[in-house]
C-alpha cells in the first residue's frame, strides 16, 4: 500500500510515528533546499533547520490543517511559507538598495506576454535562466531575452535603476503579490492541469486572460511550478538519519520487537 502525503498530514495530525518520520524523511531535504536557495548565506545552518522543525511541530495548525486528499505540490507550497516565513522572522532580508512596488512593476511590464512575466517573477524566486528555463519549457536564451526587456522596460519606467532591482526586491513583490488576489483568481487545480499538459484549449485561454494582468495568480502559478521540482528531489533521508530529527522533535521511538528485546538490541 503506498503512503500518501495525505496519509502523513493525517498521521501527523494524529501525532504518529509514522507520521513524523515520513515528514522528516521526506521533507528535511525540501526544508535545506529551500534555505539554500532563498538564503544561501545560511545553507550551512544546521540550527536554522532545528528551529524550523520545531517550530513546525509545536504549530502545526497551518502546516498539517487539511483532511482532504489534494496533490502533495499544495502541502508543498504551504511548507514552503512556512519555511520562507520563519526564516525571515529569524533574520530578516535588509531592504534592496532601489525600492520597487508591485503596482511600478505591473505597470512597467504590462507589454509583455504571460510567459514572459513568469520568466521575470522566477527571479524574484531567486532563480536564474537556466532553472526557469526548465520550468517554462523555454530555451534558456528566451528566458535571457524576457528578462532584458523586463530589465530595459523597468530602467526607463524608474528613476532610480539597477539591473537586479527585480531580484533584489523579490520579498516585497511577493508579499505584495500574496494579498492582490481577488474572487476572480484561478485555484491551484487550474494552474495544474497547465503544468501537467490536461488543460483544453478554451479552459487555458479563458485563464490567461485573466492571468496576464493578475501578479497575485503569477505567483501562485510560479510557486506551483516551484513546488513541481521540489516534489520530484531526489534522495528521502535514511531511517538513521532521520533518527535525531525525530529525537529533536520528541517522537517516540520505534518500539522494538520481541526478538530485538530477546536478544537484548
Not at 494579498?179 to 483568481?185: F, I, N, Q, V
Request: some cysteine; proline content about 6%; hydrophobic content about 40%.
Amino acid at each position: 500500500m503506498i503512503y500518501t502525503c495525505y496519509d502523513m498530514i493525517r498521521d501527523c495530525r494524529e501525532d504518529k510515528r509514522e507520521g513524523w518520520a515520513d515528514f522528516v524523511s521526506r521533507y528535511v531535504p525540501v526544508i535545506r533546499w529551500l534555505i539554500a536557495h532563498y538564503f544561501p548565506s545560511r545553507e550551512n545552518d544546521p540550527a536554522l533547520v532545528e528551529r524550523l522543525l520545531i517550530s513546525l511541530r509545536t504549530s502545526t495548525a497551518n502546516l498539517f490543517d487539511s483532511f482532504d486528499p489534494a496533490p502533495e505540490r499544495h502541502f508543498l507550497l504551504a511548507l514552503r511559507a512556512r519555511v520562507l516565513g520563519e526564516a525571515e522572522r529569524d533574520r530578516a532580508t535588509p531592504p534592496a538598495e532601489y525600492a520597487l512596488d508591485l503596482e511600478t512593476l505591473a505597470e512597467a511590464l504590462a507589454p509583455l506576454t504571460l510567459t514572459e512575466k513568469q520568466a521575470v517573477w522566477l527571479e524574484t524566486m531567486s532563480y536564474d535562466e537556466q532553472p526557469t528555463s526548465r520550468m517554462l519549457k523555454m530555451a534558456p536564451d528566451t528566458a535571457v531575452r524576457a528578462r532584458e526587456r523586463a530589465a530595459e522596460l523597468l530602467r526607463v519606467k524608474m528613476s532610480s535603476w539597477r539591473r537586479s532591482v527585480v531580484a533584489d526586491n523579490g520579498a516585497v513583490l511577493i508579499g505584495a503579490a500574496l494579498k492582490a488576489g481577488t474572487a476572480d483568481c484561478f485555484p491551484a487545480k487550474a494552474f495544474l492541469d497547465i503544468i501537467d499538459g490536461r488543460a483544453t484549449w478554451s479552459n487555458r485561454s479563458q485563464m490567461e486572460r485573466h492571468v496576464n494582468s493578475c501578479w497575485h495568480c503569477i505567483d501562485h502559478f510560479c510557486r506551483l511550478r516551484e513546488a513541481s521540482v521540489l516534489r520530484d528531489l531526489p534522495n528521502p533521508l535514511s531511517a538513521a538519519e532521520a533518527e535525531p530529527y525525530l529525537k529533536l522533535l520528541g517522537v517516540e521511538p520505534e518500539p522494538r520487537s520481541f526478538w530485538k528485546k530477546l536478544r537484548g538490541k
